[in-house]
C-alpha cells in the first residue's frame, strides 16, 4: 500500500472529481489517495463518486481553509 497526494486547490467541480478519477485509474488496489480540495462541493461529489465506483471514503474532512478527502484504492 502507498499512500499518494493529489492538490485540487483552488479549482471548481467537476474538475477536482476528474483529476481524482484520473489519478485512481494509476493506483493500485490498497492504494491511498489524499485530495486536497478548496470547493466545497467537492465534500459531497467526491464520496458520491467513490460509492459510485467503489472506493472507499476512509476520511473527508474540512481543514482551516480547505477539504482532505482520502480514498482507500479497492478493484473494480
Do not use: F
Amino acid at each position: 500500500m502507498s499512500q499518494h497526494e493529489l492538490n485540487a486547490r483552488n479549482l471548481l467541480c467537476p474538475i477536482p472529481v476528474i483529476r481524482t478519477q484520473n489519478k485512481i485509474s494509476e493506483l493500485s488496489a490498497g492504494d491511498q489517495l489524499v485530495v486536497y480540495c478548496t470547493d466545497p462541493g467537492t465534500l459531497h461529489d467526491i464520496p458520491a463518486w467513490c460509492r459510485v465506483h467503489g472506493h472507499t471514503l476512509v476520511s473527508a474532512e474540512e481543514q482551516s481553509d480547505e477539504i482532505v478527502i482520502t480514498i482507500e484504492v479497492n478493484d473494480t
